[in-house]
């Protein structure tokens, strides 16, 4: 089990930093195309992928934006943690077995507990692939609270 204890606003720091990382699997890619209905070629497809730009199959761009999503909810600030926008650009295409790092840093701190944050995406050679800033609504007292165990799901 893991245990998480949010950041609240009074806490937060302009310049306070936090990070989140996963690999990009096979099962990932399957599992949001079917979550989300994007089944664009592009993702799933390897002969189709290898006539684009891209020459391979690449992750969702929205993907990344869960990665971001997560890296909020359960770094920083964390638990409690209400979205209220995202704005992102997409820089670099993620690939299948691509390690991503969401780097977080607090821009500005907002009046009624609103905060801006940078919401950086990096892949596993430091270059940025998405490029981002969210505005959330910053939890108003610190929780300890312990993330639910996911079940592991495989894609046959």
Not at 38 to 60: Q, S
Not at 69 to 74: F, H, L, M
Not at 94 to 105: A, N, P, S, Y
Request: charged letters at 20%.
């Amino acid at each position: 089990m893991t245990h998480v204890t949010n950041t609240p606003y009074e806490a937060l720091e302009v310049g306070q930093k936090a990070s989140y990382t996963k690999t990009v699997e096979e099962r990932h890619i399957q599992l949001f195309a079917e979550l989300s209905g994007d089944r664009n070629p592009v993702h799933l497809d390897a002969e189709f992928a290898a006539k684009t730009l891209f020459k391979d199959r690449i992750a969702h761009g929205m993907f990344s934006g869960a990665l971001i999503s997560a890296a909020v909810a359960c770094e920083l600030p964390g638990p409690g943690t209400i979205y209220l926008g995202q704005q992102m650009s997409f820089q670099k295409p993620v690939k299948i077995g691509d390690t991503l790092t969401v780097r977080l840093e607090i821009l500005e701190k907002l009046p009624k507990f609103k905060v801006r944050i940078a919401t950086n995406v990096y892949n596993q050679n430091d270059e940025l692939v998405v490029a981002g800033e969210a505005e959330i609504l910053a939890p108003r007292k610190e929780q300890n609270v312990t993330l639910v165990e996911l079940p592991t799901i495989t894609v046959g």
